[in-house]
């Protein structure tokens, strides 16, 4: 990780004990909220699924902390810096729909079954002791690496904002989340994930306006950057497409988006950082509310950090590292006390992420892969001392393997929509589904998916964009499934189980509680909507009018 070279600029450029000063706050803050929630906690319940009873807004902030990461606010807004923002808003507005899907087949089931993990789903599901523990070691590989990738990720943060070397900023980010998540376990998750949550949504949109402020104001920044010489085609609706760029004409790059979207939309809708949300919550209608609420929240949130990381581009067109390009428009572009709550937003995103994929490896070791006997204190403790074990693990990783931040989330993500894709939602809705076929098309999903990627990664095959790995996977973990499910028997009590998950509780049929979870998607349609407006006033029509001024035609043949 290379530290940033910043053009010089007037005042907060020199404040960085400012900002170091914000983030050693913020990690108090952090710990001092997770020591709060750690003394609440009196049950395997209180541990795992913060006692079953979180309020929509807690899910929701959950929800949306988990996934943000220190991805969305650095590999994809230095991915959105280079050119392809139109294809991360592409990609997040078809995954964005993951969400509703999730919740409304796959979510409140998951919630009825009273599971502690969502293997522990699958192994009650298909009364099965073999699924719940391949459903925990998937969980262990693909959120290890990912835990490894938001260490790396925050590591980044902290060494380009103050003197700390790497190695250290390593130490400092391990601790801070593995001592949090130790003591507070689901309670102090759900809590901190919804008070950062709430930081850097509100930080990103500030930040953003003193961003497009510092660079002539919106219209001038849209206009400026729809004829930017030093990278053409930045916000035209493709992004940069040409031999210099993984994508060399518009439809590939369109695919590659929309496979992605795709693929992430199952993530959200499925996979253990996000479903598992849904265990906690206080009720289905919880479910449906806080799906509602995060589709519209990411989409919006996306759209504001990927148009911050474009138009900074026209202050300085050459950041490197370029997913260090928020960093350096806190430093550079806003005023000091907004630098520092930005780079604190970013933070705590990263801490968020990592505090949820550190006790989910946790849980999923010790209760669906070692599954230790004994009472309620003694499996807390072996839980405890598990995620200790895990942590160790990463963080030698960490301080051996060479970073490569977007990678690892882009393997360790999708990994889960090829493995328990086909296996997840058809475990409600298939009544013919088996056994054996779980089993062997969730292996099957996985096996693929790893060993595709691998061989990418060794430079032995480049995949085509129709055959990603993702794709490849989901599409062999389905065809297992249907085949193997063809030569066996569903059981007497699979049949069963899923029989029960069908049937609705009484409690979920309260008339007031119907007519308030629907106003949720009828809000997302209206906020949908006008987003689509906005887009079209304050997006196509300046970028239009800019490529018909006199002069744009040459950089507009050149683009092309």
């Not at 102090?188 to 949550?197: A, K, S």
């Not at 899923?498 to 609705?504: E, P, S, T, Y």
């Not at 629907?518 to 909507?529: A, R």
Request: glycine share 8%.
């Amino acid at each position: 990780m290379g530290r940033l070279n910043p053009t010089p600029q007037p005042g907060p450029v020199q404040s960085v004990d400012s900002f170091a000063l914000a983030m050693l706050i913020s990690i108090g803050v952090y710990l001092g909220t997770g020591w709060y929630a750690g003394r609440k906690i009196r049950h395997l319940d209180d541990y795992y699924v913060a006692g079953r009873n979180a309020p929509t807004l807690l899910i929701l902030g959950t929800l949306i902390a988990s996934f943000m990461s220190t991805n969305g606010f650095i590999g994809e807004a230095g991915m959105s810096y280079r050119g392809h923002g139109p294809l991360i808003i592409i990609m997040t507005g078809v995954n964005c729909l993951g969400y509703i899907v999730g919740a409304l087949f796959f979510g409140r089931y998951l919630r009825r079954s009273r599971a502690l993990t969502v293997p522990a789903f699958f192994g009650a599901r298909f009364n099965s002791r073999r699924i719940q523990t391949l459903a925990g070691v998937s969980i262990v590989v693909g959120l290890s690496g990912y835990l490894l990738a938001v260490t790396w990720g925050v590591a980044l943060v902290i060494t380009q904002m103050t003197p700390v070397n790497e190695t250290l900023a390593i130490v400092l980010v391990w601790l801070s989340y593995t001592l949090f998540t130790l003591y507070s376990g689901s309670k102090g998750v759900i809590l901190t994930d919804t008070l950062m949550f709430l930081l850097f949504s509100f930080v990103a949109v500030l930040a953003m306006a003193f961003i497009v402020s510092a660079n002539g104001g919106w219209f001038a920044s849209i206009e400026a950057l729809a004829v930017f010489e030093a990278k053409p085609g930045i916000i035209s609706w493709h992004g940069m497409v040409g031999p210099d760029t993984k994508w060399n004409s518009p439809g590939e790059a369109l695919l590659w988006a929309l496979i992605l979207g795709v693929a992430w939309g199952i993530v959200v809708a499925v996979s253990p950082w996000q479903s598992s949300r849904y265990l906690m919550a206080r009720s289905e209608h919880v479910v449906i509310r806080s799906a509602c609420g995060a589709a519209i929240t990411m989409l919006l949130l996306y759209l504001v950090t990927t148009f911050s990381a474009m138009v900074v581009n026209l202050a300085n067109p050459s950041i490197e590292p370029s997913e260090s390009v928020l960093i350096w428009a806190a430093m550079n572009q806003v005023p000091t006390l907004v630098g520092a709550l930005l780079v604190c937003g970013i933070l705590a995103a990263g801490l968020s992420s990592a505090s949820t994929f550190l006790s989910l490896v946790g849980f999923s070791m010790s209760n669906d892969i070692l599954k230790l006997p004994g009472d309620a204190s003694s499996q807390l403790r072996v839980t405890r001392l598990t995620m200790l074990v895990i942590g160790v693990a990463v963080i030698i990783l960490a301080l051996t393997l060479p970073s490569n931040i977007f990678w690892i989330t882009y393997f360790a993500g999708p990994l889960f929509a090829s493995s328990w894709g086909a296996v997840a939602f058809m475990s409600i809705w298939s009544s013919r589904i088996t056994e054996a076929g779980a089993f062997w098309g969730m292996a099957m999903g996985f096996g693929v998916n790893v060993a595709m990627n691998l061989l990418a990664i060794a430079n032995v095959v480049s995949w085509p964009v129709f055959l990603d790995p993702i794709l490849i996977g989901g599409l062999a973990s389905l065809v297992t499934v249907l085949t193997l499910s063809r030569k066996h028997s569903v059981t007497k009590a699979e049949h069963d189980y899923r029989a029960a998950l069908h049937r609705r509780p009484a409690e979920e049929n309260d008339p007031a509680d119907i007519r308030q979870t629907l106003l949720w998607p009828k809000t997302m349609i209206i906020v949908g909507l006008a987003t689509i407006a906005m887009l079209y006033l304050f997006y196509a029509r300046p970028y239009t009018d800019a490529h018909n001024r006199p002069g744009a035609m040459e950089i507009s043949q050149h683009e092309r």
